[in-house]
């Protein structure tokens, strides 16, 4: 663990409690820094909505614009949550602002979890340095989330809403759908991802309360893939982009939505395209190619590929790359997956079941699912699954057997391992 979240999860209550009262009085105590904010593009959703920042800030950066972003979990280092017109703040900088957040919090007494601390520190920082838009990632849900003290919004977005966190969300879509549109605020225009009709038609009743003007993917604009790019469409408008530079046809509808909030700010074609293909976001279908665990699979003749997708419709999306790779060039699949405990592991895996991979389920730090019995939802959804005691071993085991491509994938925190072997792979 980095000192930074050393020096967090020490300080502060790890217990994840979704309200905004704690927040509103910590944002006071520290001069309300939310209020000083950038321009800011709020996004929420279940699966993608990181994506689409990294989309957002690339073409914003394109057209020459300082870019304020605010994302979470961190994969190796604390300080990639945070990141000051287009630089990851420092350590030092960070710990100042975390010493004023600790004084505000024993002030006011408002005993700050760590994601509202962390989040308040990011507001702090955002507001005290120049820059002409920010970009702020919901971190669980939307509606009492740390980041809805922001009240209005330059613009909201939402990507694609589907089951996850349910102890906190709830276990219908509408009512996840109803947390993801808290973020929704009268004026400010709402651009939407392509929804289940369960979740748009709850989208849609949460706008009208507020009076915010949608903007929908699929009904006022679209993208699609052709002929090797993107192709974009609106009411007033077609463009033929290049291809997104992340991997994955899941992709496609993220840049498109990315697309549709580059146009609302009016940033210019040539920067959309530009920023569409210099767009870099670790662990989302990421092509490894240094450090060790890289290494070994070069010798080995294999390609490897690391995904934190967590979730059903994450295993939907990786099971739709693998098939388009597989298109192209067959080779045998083998799935390396942690898993939190508290994911839906039948889902997951029976989204991939047609992949025919070979699974070896893996441990990690933290509140993993213990990897016999991982494996032994894998065999339940029909994969061949055989546990290991570490990534590490897993790959080796999986070249050893001639797997020629190998995932390393199902959550953030393995993601951020594997990335941590090397200092070559950090997120910068």
Same mark, same amino acid.
């Given at each position: 663990?980095?000192?930074?979240?050393?020096?967090?999860?020490?300080?502060?209550?790890?217990?994840?409690?979704?309200?905004?009262?704690?927040?509103?009085?910590?944002?006071?105590?520290?001069?309300?820094?939310?209020?000083?904010? %950038?321009?800011?593009?709020?996004?929420?959703?279940?699966?993608?909505?990181?994506?689409?920042?990294?989309?957002?800030?690339?073409?914003?950066?394109?057209?020459?614009?300082?870019?304020?972003?605010?994302?979470?979990?961190?994969?190796? /280092?604390? $300080?990639?949550?945070?990141?000051?017109?287009?630089?990851?703040?420092?350590?030092?900088?960070?710990?100042?602002?975390?010493?004023?957040?600790?004084?505000?919090?024993?002030?006011?007494?408002?005993?700050?979890?760590?994601?509202?601390?962390?989040?308040?520190?990011?507001?702090?920082?955002?507001?005290?340095?120049?820059?002409?838009?920010?970009?702020?990632?919901?971190?669980?849900? #939307?509606?009492?989330?740390?980041?809805?003290?922001?009240?209005?919004?330059?613009?909201?977005?939402?990507?694609?809403?589907?089951?996850?966190?349910?102890?906190?969300?709830?276990?219908? @879509?509408?009512?996840?759908?109803?947390?993801?549109? #808290?973020?929704?605020?009268?004026?400010?225009?709402?651009?939407?991802?392509?929804? !289940?009709?369960?979740?748009?038609?709850?989208?849609? !009743?949460?706008?009208?309360?507020?009076?915010? %003007?949608?903007?929908?993917?699929?009904?006022?604009?679209?993208? =699609?893939?052709?002929?090797?790019?993107?192709?974009?469409?609106?009411?007033?408008?077609? @463009?033929?982009? %290049?291809?997104?530079?992340?991997?994955?046809?899941?992709?496609?509808? $993220?840049?498109?939505?990315?697309?549709?909030?580059?146009?609302?700010?009016?940033?210019?074609?040539?920067?959309?395209?530009?920023?569409?293909?210099?767009?870099? =976001? %670790?662990?989302?279908?990421?092509?490894?190619?240094? +450090?060790?665990?890289?290494?070994?699979?070069?010798?080995?003749?294999?390609?490897?590929?690391?995904?934190?997708?967590? $979730?059903?419709?994450?295993?939907?999306? @990786?099971?739709?790359?693998?098939?388009?790779?597989?298109?192209?060039?067959? /080779?045998?699949?083998?799935?390396?997956?942690?898993?939190?405990?508290?994911?839906?592991? #039948?889902?997951?895996?029976?989204?991939?079941?047609?992949?025919?991979?070979?699974?070896?389920?893996?441990?990690?730090? +933290?509140?993993?699912?213990?990897?016999?019995? *991982?494996?032994?939802?894998?065999?339940?959804?029909?994969?061949?699954?055989?546990?290991?005691?570490?990534?590490?071993?897993?790959?080796?085991?999986? *070249?050893?057997?001639?797997?020629?491509?190998?995932?390393?994938?199902?959550?953030?925190?393995?993601?951020?391992?594997?990335? #941590?072997?090397?200092?070559?792979? =950090?997120?910068?």
């Amino acid at each position: 663990m980095d000192p930074i979240s050393e020096r967090l999860r020490a300080r502060h209550p790890q217990r994840i409690d979704l309200s905004l009262e704690r927040m509103r009085v910590l944002c006071a105590a520290l001069g309300d820094p939310q209020h000083r904010l %950038p321009p800011v593009i709020h996004v929420a959703g279940t699966n993608g909505k990181g994506s689409t920042v990294a989309f957002i800030r690339a073409i914003a950066e394109a057209a020459g614009l300082r870019v304020h972003v605010y994302t979470s979990p961190h994969l190796v /280092r604390f $300080n990639e949550r945070i990141r000051l017109a287009g630089t990851l703040i420092g350590d030092a900088a960070l710990n100042a602002i975390l010493d004023r957040v600790e004084t505000a919090i024993d002030a006011s007494g408002s005993e700050a979890t760590v994601f509202e601390s962390t989040t308040a520190a990011a507001f702090v920082a955002m507001s005290e340095a120049a820059a002409d838009l920010a970009v702020v990632e919901v971190g669980l849900g #939307g509606l009492l989330d740390a980041t809805n003290v922001i009240e209005r919004p330059l613009l909201s977005v939402i990507a694609p809403v589907d089951m996850d966190h349910a102890e906190f969300l709830g276990t219908t @879509l509408r009512g996840v759908a109803v947390e993801k549109a #808290g973020i929704l605020k009268p004026g400010a225009r709402g651009l939407i991802a392509r929804q !289940a009709e369960e979740a748009m038609q709850a989208i849609e !009743a949460a706008a009208q309360a507020v009076r915010a %003007p949608l903007t929908v993917m699929g009904v006022d604009f679209d993208a =699609w893939a052709e002929r090797g790019g993107l192709a974009f469409q609106d009411q007033n408008r077609f @463009l033929d982009l %290049p291809a997104p530079a992340l991997a994955g046809p899941h992709q496609i509808a $993220n840049a498109g939505l990315a697309v549709a909030v580059a146009l609302e700010l009016d940033l210019p074609e040539k920067a959309i395209a530009h920023g569409l293909g210099a767009t870099r =976001w %670790p662990a989302r279908m990421q092509r490894l190619t240094a +450090g060790p665990y890289a290494e070994a699979a070069r010798a080995a003749d294999a390609e490897l590929w690391l995904d934190g997708g967590h $979730n059903p419709h994450a295993g939907a999306a @990786l099971a739709e790359t693998l098939a388009e790779r597989q298109a192209r060039a067959p /080779r045998p699949t083998a799935l390396v997956v942690g898993m939190l405990a508290n994911k839906d592991a #039948g889902g997951f895996f029976e989204a991939l079941k047609a992949s025919g991979a070979t699974v070896f389920t893996v441990p990690f730090e +933290g509140a993993a699912a213990e990897p016999e019995a *991982l494996a032994a939802v894998a065999r339940g959804h029909g994969l061949g699954a055989t546990a290991s005691a570490s990534a590490a071993e897993a790959l080796e085991r999986a *070249l050893r057997l001639g797997a020629g491509r190998v995932v390393i994938c199902g959550s953030l925190y393995l993601a951020g391992e594997v990335l #941590g072997a090397s200092r070559e792979t =950090w997120p910068d």
